[in-house]
């Protein structure tokens, strides 16, 4: 399935249900912070060992939670995720070029 399938998935999903009443923006933002704590709560207060022990599908799940926020977001904006990354990674590429951002951790003004 492409990105398009599971965007007009997705959205049919929450379409079938009505559920696009309760989507206002902040709801959608504040949505996608909680999911994103809760994929950060899974490595909250773990070793290093521990967190290779996580439990995959759960990574997985609040990942799938937060892209489907994601494309919530940007159906509200009328944003083309997948262009918006491809552009998005345009700019990096001409912030970040490889010759000085390889193996470095600098921001780009400090490159």
Do not use: C
């Not at 923006?25 to 994929?39: P, R, S």
């Not at 926020?69 to 700019?91: C, G, V």
């Amino acid at each position: 399935m492409d990105f398009k399938e599971i965007e007009e998935k997705t959205l049919n999903f929450r379409d079938e249900r009505n559920w696009k009443q309760f989507h206002q923006i902040k709801d959608l933002l504040l949505g996608l912070n909680i999911e994103v704590g809760e994929l950060q709560e899974l490595h909250l207060w773990k070793t290093e060992q521990q967190q290779t022990e996580i439990d995959r599908e759960k990574v997985k799940d609040e990942v799938a939670d937060i892209a489907i926020f994601l494309i919530y977001i940007s159906k509200h904006y009328n944003i083309d995720l997948t262009d918006a990354i491809a552009a998005k990674l345009e700019k990096n590429a001409a912030k970040y070029p490889v010759e000085k951002s390889r193996n470095s951790n600098k921001k780009y003004n400090e490159l």
